[in-house]
């Protein structure tokens, strides 16, 4: 448990989660949710949580990712805000 | 880094950090979703908003430390005697190996695998119905809805 | 809109930060929660009483089974839904579409990759729900990744060539019968007489004695999710990457 | 075999749901008689569980998965907790749900063309949700069970027309916020006591004398703002009307009565059991004072909106939404009496919410048309819905010997006596634009004359008058409506002794 690693994790998570909702293009957007969840993996795994993080890993960054994705392309890629 | 510093920054803002970040993070969700016009986007608020509150669960399991919620094999011998040894023996050799402070608490863990997994699924069941709205309306903005909702809108 | 959006978040985010302060420190190994007997319990007594080194799969599967048997529910429920809302059963092309093999997946290359590691993508995946006991991992994160597995072929190969593997039929099937095995294991305690998810009533007919028992079990009813969670990953995308039609992937 | 009724209520639908979505789209009918066997088994079981509670021989059926014995006092595993109240409730959703089952024989087919399996399972799997949040003992399992009822009413609301899915997308966002302000206010409980079990958090706040605490009242808090944004409290309503409103009309018919009456449990259940009266009434004066406002308000704009409508299920959801004030009202009057009259109407509401459904949406199946005007002269041409109706409706304006008039009295009587009368006005408000609204319906179906509009709709009915064209639904929905309208007089016969044994239930816990 290093305590630096985690401060700079969440501040690095914060900016993930603020530019992936002002990214007018949803599939960027998408793309950094998976980092966001990506990171939070990092961040679980560090503090101990071993489970939780390869659930994270499996399911936030990997499947959630892709149905966004996949739920982007079948629709539309521009968003007004 | 000076050492006076980091002295402060671990006394004073280590030890509630997690927290506060827990609330911004949720903070920016709950805006999304309220806010946000484009229906993904507020499904992409809603994905960290619940991920913030995981994020709080896990932060209180912490312990100083600690290793991971995993009873180790490697790190003690008695493991390999006790399953020749016999019952009541086994029973006394574990109790005494194993030492509380030593390991994470696993209940908040459990408890997210299943907010993660409820997660999940609120999301995918959400794209569906905004899959079904684009279909239907030929968009994802809020207000183009509303606006081809209302009686005087064409459609 | 915003205005108000914004005075209730702030709202409800000085309510939270307020509170922070009353917090036992993030790290205290002596916080409420971190020393609770229930807690302690299971640190030191969950290797003795279930013979699992993994804490988190014997909390997981036995000491709250009922929590992990609703959390499998609510994936089935997501499967199912996505189905009811999105699935378009009349449309033109249904069952008998003409394939398009040559219009789908990815290019050579992906394809000669995808073969090449999908293979030790399931191994792996397998590996993680039978080791769940000893090592992170479990029915739900193998479950996730044989599902992904099954969306990287469907990918790379076209979405017609994975359901030849695993067609809309039987992924209902398997998800069904996930769930089916996990709850039929718990009344097959309450069969032999114990409360419902009480393993140890399963002794007489499980090796081992009454412990094991219950390790036993645990991978029993982890099998259960990870057949109910890899179908239902595989089902969520092929429907929402087709718009419920089935027909051509990505 | 008593000690397990409390698990088999939830096995038996949840095998059914699987067992519905093996059978395939092929075979709709067998899907119908599977969800009808296993929600009759179901409701059965759950009237033997309140016969057996009420005998007297266990006062509180308490069963732990896993038989995990407890340790140190702490309960290790989830348990669940059956006393009489639980026990009524769960009777009234599997009720429920058994009736409405037999209702949607002839009209699954046709309003979710191609997907019945998938509808049954989901009606399934809702029922086994709702009875787990009333039965569990465990304050995270109760997350698990709100998410589980909400993912599947998402769905089922879904599947309606394009509007439905627009406000189902509306729900999604407002129940996870609710569901997640609930699941921040267990995390802020867990942190303080360390446990998630809903006797052990009580017993560890009193022995560590917690109730001071910023994060404990924090918790209360959001505990209670989720809990209300699930139920459609008033100013958190918005998703409520258009979801019920434009969902499948088997859908409605189901949730309308039970969605919001389950929560309004859980909220008597997290007030009584997890924090009690003390602290909730005494700590912070001020609280209840807010809360009942809240609710006057609630009960006020509810009437009036459904008073401004035209559309016959418009005006019943507007309803709901004023009939959840009662009950938050009532339960926050600081006395016995409001919480066992705001308890007595769930159960009278579930009654008359459920009949007033079901006849609106026979009537709206057979004229095909969801107005007001749609009533005109329906007393001649569909006489047994019409009784149905009216039976509902009376018992909505509160008038003898319908359960309303006596859950109504309870909440009036307990209002006069807590000395609050602004809430005792606006439920006397309440039931005079209750009878506005319905004196109007039943005027125009006394003596609306029968428009000559009907005529263009139906041309190929050569020789026939309209009033023969309009004609009664078949028995698989009328038994269901005169089910629903017998219970809502049977309530209302029973309601002394219903009210003692819920006195008795919550004076019990609370010493």
């Known amino acids: ?81 | 880094m000076d050492p006076i510093i980091a002295t402060f920054i671990e006394e004073n803002i280590v030890p509630n950090f997690n927290y506060w970040i827990y609330v911004i993070l949720m903070m920016i969700g709950l805006y999304a979703m309220i806010t946000k016009n484009n229906l993904i986007k507020k499904l992409i608020g809603m994905a960290i908003f619940q991920t913030a509150i995981i994020l709080f669960y896990v932060s209180v399991g912490v312990k100083d430390a600690a290793n991971i919620p995993i009873i180790s094999h490697h790190g003690s011998e008695h493991h390999q005697m006790t399953d020749l040894s016999s019952e009541t023996d086994s029973t006394k050799e574990i109790h005494n190996t194993i030492d509380k402070d030593k390991y994470a608490n696993p209940l908040p863990h459990v408890l997210m695998l299943t907010a993660i997994v409820v997660g999940v699924s609120t999301l995918g069941l959400a794209l569906a119905i905004s899959q079904k709205i684009y279909k239907s309306f030929g968009t994802l903005e809020e207000d183009e809805i509303l606006n081809k909702l209302r009686p005087g809108g064409h459609d | 809109m915003k205005i108000f959006g914004l005075i209730a978040v702030l709202v409800v985010g000085a309510l939270l930060l307020s509170a922070t302060s009353d917090f036992p420190d993030w790290r205290d190994k002596d916080s409420p929660a971190n020393e609770s007997p229930v807690s302690s319990f299971y640190i030191e007594k969950t290797e003795k009483l279930t013979k699992v080194p993994n804490m988190v799969t014997a909390v997981l599967a036995d000491y709250r089974s009922y929590d992990t048997m609703f959390e499998t529910v609510v994936i089935f429920i997501a499967g199912i839904g996505i189905i009811a809302v999105l699935r378009n059963f009349d449309g033109p092309n249904s069952s008998s579409i003409k394939r398009e093999n040559n219009d789908e997946g990815g290019g050579l290359l992906a394809r000669f990759t995808c073969s090449l590691i999908l293979p030790f993508i399931q191994i792996f995946a397998l590996y993680v729900v039978a080791h769940g006991h000893h090592s992170p991992g479990g029915g739900f994160q193998g479950g996730v990744m044989l599902g992904a597995s099954y969306i990287l072929a469907a990918l790379a190969f076209g979405l017609s060539k994975a359901k030849d593997i695993f067609s809309e039929r039987r992924t209902m099937i398997f998800a069904a019968v996930g769930i089916f095995i996990y709850v039929g294991w718990g009344v097959l305690c309450l069969l032999f007489g114990k409360e419902f998810l009480n393993y140890e009533a399963l002794d007489p007919i499980l090796p081992g004695d009454a412990k094991m028992a219950r390790s036993h079990s645990m991978l029993i009813v982890e099998i259960g999710v990870a057949f109910t969670v890899t179908a239902i990953m595989f089902s969520m995308y092929s429907n929402l990457s087709t718009r419920g039609r089935l027909s051509k992937g990505l | 075999m008593t000690e397990h009724f409390p698990v088999l209520i939830l096995l038996v639908p949840l095998f059914g749901a699987l067992i519905v979505v093996l059978l395939g789209r092929e075979r709709p009918d067998q899907c119908w008689v599977t969800s009808l066997i296993s929600l009759g088994v179901s409701s059965l079981i759950s009237f033997f569980t309140v016969i057996a509670v009420l005998s007297g021989k266990v006062q509180t059926l308490r069963y732990r998965m896993g038989g995990w014995p407890e340790s140190d006092g702490y309960e290790v595993g989830i348990e669940l907790r059956v006393d009489i109240l639980a026990a009524l409730v769960v009777f009234a959703v599997t009720f429920v749900g058994f009736v409405n089952t037999i209702y949607s024989k002839t009209r699954a087919g046709a309003e979710v063309r191609g997907k019945v399996p998938f509808f049954y399972a989901l009606i399934q799997l809702l029922i086994v949700g709702l009875c787990g949040i009333v039965m569990t003992n465990d304050a995270f399992n109760l997350y698990v069970l709100i998410e589980i009822t909400s993912l599947t009413s998402y769905a089922l609301i879904a599947m309606g027309n394009r509007r439905a899915a627009l406000s189902s997308f509306n729900y999604v966002i407002m129940g996870t916020i609710g569901a997640s302000f609930y699941l921040i206010g267990v995390g802020y409980l867990y942190i303080k006591t360390g446990t998630l079990n809903i006797d052990d958090i009580r017993m560890v706040l009193e022995q560590k004398n917690l109730w001071e605490h910023q994060s404990i009242i924090v918790a209360f808090i959001f505990i209670m703002l989720g809990v209300w944004t699930k139920m459609a409290f008033f100013p958190l309503h918005g998703w409520l009307p258009n979801a019920y409103a434009y969902a499948p009309s088997m859908t409605g018919t189901f949730m309308a009565p039970l969605m919001t009456k389950v929560m309004v449990y859980v909220m008597i259940r997290v007030m009584v059991w997890i924090f009690g009266n003390e602290f909730v009434y005494s700590s912070q004066p001020m609280w209840g004072e807010i809360v009942i406002w809240m609710s006057v308000l609630a009960i006020v704009a509810g009437s009036l909106l459904a008073l401004a409508r035209t559309d016959i299920k418009k005006i019943l959801t507007y309803l709901i939404v004023a009939e959840v004030g009662y009950m938050v009202g009532g339960s926050w009057l600081a006395d016995g009496v409001g919480q066992a009259g705001a308890f007595y109407h769930i159960l009278s509401d579930a009654a008359m919410t459920f009949c007033l459904f079901i006849a609106a949406s026979i009537i709206v199946l057979r004229v095909g048309d969801s107005r007001v005007n749609a009533f005109d002269g329906l007393f001649r041409k569909m006489p047994l819905t019409m009784i149905g109706f009216t039976v509902g409706a009376l018992s909505m304006i509160g008038l003898p010997p319908t359960c309303g008039f006596f859950s109504k009295w309870y909440l009036i009587s307990a209002g006069i006596e807590a000395g609050h009368w602004g809430y005792v006005c606006a439920l006397i408000f309440s039931s005079l634009v209750n009878a506005v609204i319905f004196f109007r319906i039943f005027e125009r179906a006394y003596f609306g004359k029968i428009s000559g509009v009907k005529e263009d709709h139906f041309p190929s009915d050569s020789d026939a008058n309209p009033d023969i064209r309009i004609k009664e639904v078949p028995w698989s929905m009328l038994v269901p409506l005169f089910i629903a309208s017998g219970s809502v007089l049977l309530l209302g016969i029973m309601n002394r002794s219903l009210f003692e044994w819920i006195q008795a239930a919550l004076k019990m816990m609370n010493t």
Not at chain 1, 20 to 42: E, P, T
Not at chain 1, 68 to 76: D, E, L, R
């Open chain 1, 1 to 81: 448990m290093i305590w630096q690693f985690d401060i700079i994790i969440l501040i690095f998570l914060v900016i993930a989660a603020i530019i992936s909702l002002r990214l007018k293009d949803l599939l960027g957007a998408s793309m950094v949710f998976g980092i966001y969840s990506f990171l939070i993996c990092l961040l679980w795994a560090e503090m101990g949580a071993v489970d939780v993080a390869f659930t994270e890993a499996a399911v936030g960054a990997g499947v959630s990712t892709v149905i966004m994705i996949a739920t982007v392309f079948s629709t539309k890629r521009r968003s007004k805000d």
